[in-house]
């Protein structure tokens, strides 16, 4: 969890207001939108590994109810990291939690949320012009994640079919191709 929202961060460096229109290989989302589901998803992740109601009402795969981007996405962006690698701490992963999707273990909710932090800098990047490689050992931990956890059924509608990777196609390139986007 700590590498993609450090891997994110990065990305989310290159982000301006000048982007915010751009689509985003989130069919339904321009840049500003992208930013606020991953400001939303950190929100939710920490209320829920802290086993706190949400302060941010957003479904999973969804956006949130109120701009969380403000005039400063990144500084946003910095101290919902800080919140949910709190929450993460201690036992938090080792033990389950309800969600809006019922009870989950800590470490699934941990992984879809490091899953859903890793993957949306990548979308951010890509969306505006950015170098978009993950680190190789994170691209491969969240893919063998995502292996272990997403089926056909439980993909739709949030996550698109998986698209075919060439043989020498990049940990991260695998990784969003398994996810539904084109490297």
Known sequence: MQRACAS????????????????TPCEDWNTRALLNHVLGTLAL???????????VRMA??????????????????RVGVEGLLAAAGGDTLSRPHSTPLGDMPGSVLG?????????????????????????????????????????DTTRAPRIGPEVAAGPRASATDRLVAFLGRRP
């Open 8 to 23: 994110t961060d990065g990305m989310l460096e290159g982000v301006s207001s000048q982007h915010y229109d751009l689509a």
């Open 111 to 151: 992984g879809f949320t490091t899953l859903d932090i890793a993957v949306h800098g990548w979308d951010l990047a890509k969306a505006t012009g950015q170098p978009a490689e993950l680190d190789d050992d994170l691209a491969d931990e969240v893919l063998a994640f995502a292996r272990q956890t997403l089926t």
């Open 60 to 77: 999973p795969g969804s956006l949130p109810d109120a701009d969380l981007a403000g005039e400063d996405p990144l500084k946003a962006y």
């Open 45 to 55: 992740g920490a209320s829920l590994l802290s086993d706190i109601e949400p302060t």
